[in-house]
């Protein structure tokens, strides 16, 4: 690990005044020591932003929520306003890593939190997120994990957050504050697919804070379900994971969410095929036919083209129980 300068700033605008880019945010520190252990992260300046008073979550005049940066995933998980009005979120935090976990880390943290690439975390290998221009073994080498929608020649890794899952079916908009002003960045724009440039992960700049999280009054209480398919059935990363989410009148979809974790460079959405469910029965048939639609451009690698077979039927499996109030 390199030596590095540590602050702790008190409150927000302290905390932009230090940022660049040879600085990086620690706040619970899950993702960040590990990558600053494998000599991966190799920031010269920590700046310690526990201490911001940015830990609230509390209801917006619109009737959504706004949850500080700070908030810790089990914090979030069991607040009883995301428990009675965003199940889904809930229960996407609960699938993933342990609850020691959950206890440090922060929302913003899991927006930002790295890929779980294999060549990405080993230093003795090229990777074109790490070291721009070295190469992708990835695309050719052990890809079982990786992306099958989205990846490019660069970069074939996928996005870890499960609770980014949720955070994307629900329309969620994260607010960002840098020495340029404050902004919202509507969170199926903030993650980036990789292009030709996979070390960016997202739209933020340097000098930018993520400060909160809103969530629309929207919560698909009634209908929603999130689902994880992993390769042991807790401690693990998704395969794939979809986040469900109906509103019915009747029978009849009234409005749909579906994204999906595990299969590409960000949390996945197709509003296409959204738009095609709305209107239509709540049917198998139409699942299976929105599933093979979301699939339809997948471009699964050598060894992880069962990703696409399990995507579509976890689709029509997270629709199906989110039909039925969210059973399993
Ligand atoms: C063994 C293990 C298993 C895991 N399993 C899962 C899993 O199944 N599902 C899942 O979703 N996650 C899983 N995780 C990942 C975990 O959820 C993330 O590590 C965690 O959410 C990151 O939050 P943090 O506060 O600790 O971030 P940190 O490690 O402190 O920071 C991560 C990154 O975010 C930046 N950052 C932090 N806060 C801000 C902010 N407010 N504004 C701007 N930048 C910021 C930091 O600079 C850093 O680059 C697992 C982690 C481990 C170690």
Redesign the pocket.
Known sequence: MNPFHYSKPVDVSQAISLAGAAS????????????MKENI?R?EHLID?TGLP?KDVRETASGGLLIG??V??ADLAWHPLVEQRYPLLSQA?L????PQ??N???????????TRCYYFYDSAVPCNKREPGSGCPAKDGLNRIHAILGASEDCVATH?????VALAALDAVVH?EGRGGKRTIEFADFHRLPEDAPQRDNQ?ADD????AIELPPQGFVAHSHYL?I?DRAS????LVSVAAALELDGDIIRDVRLALGGVAHKPWRDKAVEQSLIGQPVSRENFVAAAEAILRDAKPLEHNAFKVKLAQRAIVRALSDAATGGKA
């Open positions: 990086r945010f620690i706040a619970g520190g899950t993702n960040l020591l590990d990558l992260a920031p932003i940015l940066a700070m810790s995933n935090i699938a993933g890593a342990s976990l959950r440090m880390a922060s929302t913003g943290g899991n927006l930002l939190q790295r870890p957050s499960d609770m980014c960002v933020l930018e804070l993520i400060t994880k992993r401690y693990a990363f998704a």
